[in-house]
């Protein structure tokens, strides 16, 4: 019985170029997640969350902090 070299996995046509790859990856880049500051204190939280540091959102006091 004769033995055949067979490739059992995607075997491209052409050879991806660096400049091609490169494009291709291009928005698999990391970003930055978006921030915004609190009106009330200046501190940098995250958009549509209470700020953790004087507990205002959205101009009005939802926590209250023990330190105060």
Same mark, same amino acid.
């Given at each position: 019985?004769?033995?055949?070299?067979?490739?059992?996995?995607?075997?491209?046509?052409?050879?991806?170029?660096? &400049?091609? /790859?490169?494009? !291709?990856?291009?928005?698999?880049?990391?970003?930055?997640? =978006?921030?915004?500051?609190?009106?009330?204190?200046?501190? &940098?939280? /995250?958009?549509? !969350?209470?700020?953790?540091?004087?507990?205002?959102?959205? =101009?009005?006091?939802?926590?209250?902090?023990?330190?105060?």
């Amino acid at each position: 019985m004769m033995k055949l070299d067979i490739q059992m996995f995607a075997v491209p046509f052409h050879r991806v170029s660096k &400049t091609r /790859k490169r494009m !291709r990856r291009s928005h698999n880049a990391i970003e930055l997640p =978006g921030t915004t500051k609190c009106p009330s204190c200046g501190e &940098t939280i /995250k958009p549509h !969350r209470v700020c953790p540091k004087c507990g205002t959102y959205k =101009g009005k006091k939802v926590l209250s902090n023990e330190s105060e």
